[in-house]
């Protein structure tokens, strides 16, 4: 039986977390602070679980940068609830700020209640005719998204923004070109995924056409950085929201992490009445899916597991020790991780063939076909993931809908292991044919 130290796992999620932070966690499950109850045990409404909830999200704020203007929620259902909770909550955004709009457009007067037959009927020309939402679409997960958008409001408001699959002969692997983005005017949201799991594809910084310009019309953008959220400084100011399941660099399956303006909150933005929405054929989210209900009580609404809370600020104290300068410490070591395991499988082109293209590639999930042996594709993987896993280097098989190595070189992937990694592919490579 091998130990945790003779293995390197690769997995893309649920994925490596640091050992000290499983020691310190596993003896938190049994007593916590010497309480002589487990932290799984402990209520979520103590003391000690909304002191651990609020170190968290300060941690969490001081690593980033988050600035003063965002609230941090913790959430529960996972990347995919948040494809839905996204749409419910910044669908009614547009359609609260589009009721004032209206109001101020009618010019009446303060105090004056306006007929509601008129208002009802102006929203739903504005909702028919201009709702829409903007989906990036470069990857499974973003293509996830903009379908769960269809499914909810239907698909004459759901506007794909750009499809990567047709710049690439069908497949995901590039980031179209920003001058050939259909953007909509006045989104309820633009939404991408910064980084595909996937198809290992990544985005490499902010989009230029997304960049706010601080006037009233600037886009409501919304990211999903599940998979390569503390890897890389982001420009939290030019996001509207940003969510991210804990499962990759931040901790164990079971929060959800939202980012979100206070802007889109209450009280800068009313809550619609259920009975508005509803004669609108506006869909109504569940109430653990209102960023307002979950903000307003401190992420407890319900019950949430203070115990992954828990794991993902041990794992934050953690990098804040490892890396004064934050985030930007965590950046250099991932790039030179990653740089690694690409070089290496760019020393063999007859062996491997990358999978997206050079300028799209991900940091974090490193997605490649195996063509060395001579009887085919799938001989040379089955017989490179053989190797690996002989040398402890394990979870390298890609995702099942697309196939092929996929190598995730999430944070707690140390230095030592990426270049084990890069060490075998050129082993492999240099092997039999
Ligand atoms: O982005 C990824 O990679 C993911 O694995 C998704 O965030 C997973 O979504 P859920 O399974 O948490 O819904
Ligand atoms: N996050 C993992 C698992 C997703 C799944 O299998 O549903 C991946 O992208 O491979």
Same mark, same amino acid.
Request: proline share 5%; hydrophobic share 40%.
């Given at each position: 039986?091998?130990t945790?130290?003779?293995?390197t796992?690769?997995?893309?999620g649920p994925? #490596? ?28 409404r103590s003391? #000690? ?9 300060t ?18 259902? &996972?990347?995919s =609830?948040?494809?839905?909770?996204t749409?419910?909550n ?12 209206? #109001? ?5 007067p ?11 009927k ?5 909702v028919?005719?201009? #709702? ?8 499974s997960w ?5 379908q ?5 409001? =239907?698909?004459?408001?759901?506007? +794909? ?19 050939t ?5 006045n ?12 198809? =290992?594809v990544?985005i ?15 886009? +409501? ?27 990759k660099?931040? &901790? ?44 307003? !009580?401190?992420?407890?609404?319900n ?5 992954d809370?828990y ?7 953690k990098?804040?020790?490892t ?15 990653? $740089? ?13 063939? +990358?999978?997206p293209? $050079? !300028? ?5 999930? +490193?997605?490649f076909?195996?063509?060395h ?16 896993t ?44």
């Amino acid at each position: 039986m091998p130990t945790r130290e003779q293995i390197t796992y690769f997995g893309a999620g649920p994925a #490596l977390l640091p050992s000290t932070v499983l020691e310190t966690a596993a003896e938190a499950l049994v007593n916590y602070n010497n309480t002589g109850l487990g932290l799984a045990e402990h209520s979520h409404r103590s003391e #000690l679980a909304t002191n651990i909830l609020n170190e968290t999200k300060t941690d969490l704020a001081k690593y980033l940068d988050v600035p003063d203007d965002y609230e941090i929620l913790f959430m529960q259902g &996972g990347g995919s =609830g948040e494809f839905s909770a996204t749409v419910y909550n910044l669908v009614n955004v547009w359609v609260a700020r589009r009721k004032q709009k209206i #109001l101020k457009e009618l010019n009446i007067p303060e105090g004056k209640e306006i007929p509601e037959d008129v208002l009802l009927k102006e929203l739903q020309k504005a909702v028919d005719e201009e #709702l829409k939402v903007d989906y990036l679409v470069t990857g499974s997960w973003s293509l996830k998204a903009s379908q769960e958008a269809a499914r909810l409001i =239907g698909p004459e408001h759901v506007n +794909i923004v750009a499809d990567a699959r047709k710049v690439n002969d069908g497949k995901f692997g590039k980031i179209p070109e920003e001058s050939t983005w259909k953007l909509s005017k006045n989104p309820a949201m633009v939404y991408y995924c910064d980084n595909e799991t996937v198809d =290992g594809v990544e985005i490499s910084g902010f989009p230029e056409v997304l960049k706010p310009t601080g006037g009233e019309d600037d886009p +409501i953008v919304v990211a999903d950085m599940s998979s390569n959220i503390l890897s890389r400084r982001i420009p939290v100011k030019n996001f509207s929201l940003i969510f991210f399941g804990a499962q990759k660099n931040l &901790g164990s399956t079971g929060i959800t992490v939202v980012i979100i303006k206070k802007s889109l909150l209450p009280p800068a933005v009313a809550t619609l009445a259920p009975t508005l929405l509803r004669k609108l054929g506006l869909p109504i989210g569940p109430i653990v899916f209102s960023y307002e209900t979950i903000a307003k !009580n401190n992420s407890l609404y319900n019950t949430l597991s203070i115990f992954d809370v828990y794991i993902a600020g041990q794992v934050l104290k953690k990098l804040l020790q490892t890396f004064p300068d934050k985030v930007d410490g965590q950046q250099k070591l991932a790039d030179q991780k990653a $740089k690694l395991i690409y070089a290496a499988l760019d020393k063999y082109p007859e062996s491997y063939k +990358i999978v997206p293209d $050079k !300028n799209a590639r991900s940091r974090m999930n +490193i997605c490649f076909r195996v063509t060395h042996l001579a009887s085919g594709i799938d001989e040379s993987e089955r017989t490179f993931l053989k190797g690996a896993t002989d040398q402890g280097l394990t979870g390298l098989k890609g995702h099942r809908s697309v196939g092929g190595i996929r190598a995730s070189n999430y944070n707690s992937i140390s230095l030592e292991g990426a270049e084990k990694l890069a060490k075998y592919i050129e082993e492999y490579a240099q092997g039999p044919k």
